[in-house]
């Protein structure tokens, strides 16, 4: 996982000030809910990071129609990275929250170009634990589905 952490508080976090023109960056795509642009990380050649336009801090605070937006950005910049930097394979990564891995509290999602032996790796630890807890996940989460959708914040 990335090591640079940026505490600022939203508004002016790096994200939104790097949207403002406020600090310089390599902008490949602008739309009215997203922005995307070079990671300064660079991972693999062609590794852009998909924000929203409007500071949220993470999925949880998304509008639908910011989400929809996200993926079809992401997409649409995946699509140009096969092109002007062909790969075997393709990442999408979006972490929230500390301990998911987020360092920038401003949502965003990593499209990366993979190749094999890249030097990414990311950890699953597998716990099988049988399907009768699995039904009883499934029950939880078809409830809190089944629940009114948090109101949005714009
Ligand atoms: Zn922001």
Not at 17 to 42: C, N, Y
Not at 47 to 71: I, K, P, Q, S, Y
Request: charged share 20%.
């Amino acid at each position: 996982m990335p090591h640079f952490v940026d505490t600022s508080p939203a508004g002016e976090c790096i994200f939104c000030r790097l949207a403002a023109r406020e600090i310089p960056s390599a902008i490949v795509h602008e739309d009215d809910l997203t922005i995307a642009f070079m990671d300064i990380g660079q991972v693999n050649p062609g590794h852009v990071l998909v924000a929203t336009r409007r500071h949220a801090d993470n999925l949880l605070e998304l509008t639908d129609a910011e989400a929809a937006a996200v993926m079809q950005t992401a997409r649409h910049i995946a699509l140009a990275a096969q092109k002007a930097f062909p790969s075997a394979g393709l990442t999408l990564l979006q972490a929230n929250g500390a301990e998911g891995g987020q360092t920038v509290r401003h949502f965003h999602m990593h499209v990366v170009p993979r190749h094999a032996n890249d030097g990414i790796e990311l950890t699953w630890p597998r716990k099988e634990p049988g399907a009768a807890v699995l039904a009883d996940y499934a029950l939880k989460l078809k409830s809190a589905l089944a629940l009114p959708p948090a109101p949005s914040k714009d």
